[in-house]
């Protein structure tokens, strides 16, 4: 049994262990991360396989991802996330049918998005109506706490209290919601979703704005932030399981791993996700509600064509299964003749138990209902990827049980994309607490 001292232990090594760790770093302190796996990145990474190079599921970023670009910024990579000027989503339906959410850059937030969902082709202008609704009550909200009548609601009960229409819903509101909270409307809650709308669209349009790497998840910030750390005297470890913390006089001081090396240090701070950490021996001090947080799956394919189907960044698929498809040959400048596809199932409760090939030819049947030249096209390769523990389910009452980043006990402290950020669990929400964690030590 090994035993080291170390100024501050960060456990995990995704992107709010890996941003609190470089926040420490950047304000000299010397500090020691651990992952279990053999490489960085948790839930956010890239491998190779089939000729392929696949990310464990397309990553959306946004312009409102402060933290999360401070962090790329600090250690040299923010080149590497492309942040498109235009705010456009384009939707595919059966048959080919088009829509297009287009926000004008000259008008400023949030009229710019008032003025994309007026000219949506498929939803009439009675329908558009109940926008005077949506608006007056996102800006009564526009601040402070959620109401808890709000709290309590599903994203579908509040939309449809505010008189917006199902079609409305299932063009618009459904996959922006499916997108940021990652579980279907009628699971997941308004509050998640109002968070997320007001700071994308009452910040300034710069928030609004969507970003995607132009590299591998991994390649955008894993290597870049451990050498951060490396080069300011700490260091990373990969294959170092925590599997208890040590607990003294109230104070946690370190941890011991599954195979019995002995790490101690001033503090440690958790980046684990909730169904990871609570499976450490915890002290009483440190259970809580959050131990019953439950996760939402993901599962995607990336799919290599002998031939382009889509002229598109990414498109929202309307009445499929498959909820976006991503042109990854367009926003990764890949040279090839033919194209690579990356499609997205969000909440998928119903698809995670699914074989991989059965999840393959959903993707196939949907890309093949909604993009014309797609029949025509051949699969020259393809790899499914399943992620059972992909986000926090943000069922109603999930809010309140988040713990505040930086809180814990007396050498402890819980950060990770679950904490209560103010945004919902995704790589913001990592990186800006792991951000504030580090500013509170
Ligand atoms: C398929 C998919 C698509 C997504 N799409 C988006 C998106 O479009 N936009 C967005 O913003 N977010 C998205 N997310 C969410 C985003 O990936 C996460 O919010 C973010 O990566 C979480 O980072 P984290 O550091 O908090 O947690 P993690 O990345 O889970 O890091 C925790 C780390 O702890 C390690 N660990 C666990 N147990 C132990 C232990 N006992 N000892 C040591 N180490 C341990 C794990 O190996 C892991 O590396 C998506 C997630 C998935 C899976």
């Known amino acids: 049994m090994g035993s080291e001292k170390t100024e501050v232990i960060v456990l ?6 890996l941003s609190c760790a470089v926040a420490l770093a950047e304000k000299g302190r010397k500090v020691l991360v651990l992952d279990k796996k053999p ?27 402060v933290a999360t670009r401070r962090f790329l910024k600090t250690i040299g990579t923010e080149a ?16 080919g049918r088009r829509d297009r959410l287009a926000c004008p850059s000259w008008l400023p937030a949030p009229l ?11 939803v009439s202008l009675r329908e558009k109506s109940a926008l005077v609704a949506f608006d007056l009550a996102l ?37 922006a919601a499916i997108g940021i909270l990652n579980d279907k409307p009628e699971v997941a809650s308004a509050a998640g979703f109002i968070q997320a709308l007001r700071t994308m669209f009452f910040t300034g349009r710069e928030s609004s704005r969507f970003a995607l790497a132009k590299t591998g998840l991994s390649e ?6 451990r050498d951060y750390v490396e080069a300011r005297g700490g260091r990373v470890i990969s294959n170092a399981k925590a599997a208890s913390l040590i607990e003294e006089g109230g104070r946690v001081r370190g941890i011991v791993t599954d195979m019995d090396s002995r790490f101690e ?37 990336t799919i290599k064509l002998d031939r382009p189907v889509m002229t598109e960044r990414f498109l929202g698929m309307l009445h499929t299964e498959t909820h976006w ?14 194209q690579t596809l990356a499609t997205v199932i969000s909440g998928a409760h119903q698809h995670v138990g699914l074989s991989p090939e059965k999840i393959l030819r959903i993707a196939l049947k949907d890309l093949a209902s909604c993009l014309p030249g797609f029949s025509a096209a051949k699969v020259l390769a393809s790899k499914v990827v399943k992620e059972p523990f992909a986000t926090l389910s943000p069922t109603p009452g999930a809010e309140a049980k988040r713990p505040e980043p930086g809180t814990g006990m007396p050498g402890f402290s819980f950060a990770g994309d679950w904490t209560r950020t103010g945004f919902p669990a995704t790589i913001e929400s990592a990186c800006l607490s792991g951000r504030i964690t580090a500013g509170l030590l």
Not at 277 to 297: F, H, I, M, N, V
């Open 12 to 17: 995990g090594g995704g992107f709010a262990g």
């Open 265 to 301: 240090s001033g503090h440690v701070v958790s980046t684990l996700p909730p169904w990871d950490l609570k499976k450490l021996g915890l002290p009483a001090a440190l259970r809580g509600p959050w131990e019953t947080l439950t996760p939402a799956p993901i599962v995607g394919a």
């Open 112 to 122: 710019h998005l008032a003025a994309g969902l007026l000219g949506l082709k498929g």
């Open 220 to 225: 955008l910030y894993t290597d870049a932030a």
């Open 39 to 65: 490489r960085l990145g948790g839930r956010a990474y890239s491998f190779s396989e089939n000729g392929l190079d696949i990310d464990n599921g397309q990553h959306l970023f946004m312009g409102c991802y």
């Open 139 to 175: 800006k009564a909200m526009k601040k402070g706490p959620i109401p808890e009548a709000i709290e309590k609601m599903t994203v579908r009960q509040w939309l449809s209290s505010l008189g917006i229409s199902p079609n409305f819903q299932t063009r618009f509101f459904d996959p």
């Open 80 to 95: 590497k996330l492309d942040i498109y000027h235009d705010v456009v989503v384009d939707y595919a339906e059966a048959g």
């Open 325 to 338: 498809v991503f042109n990854k040959t367009l926003i990764q400048n890949i040279k090839e003749d033919g």
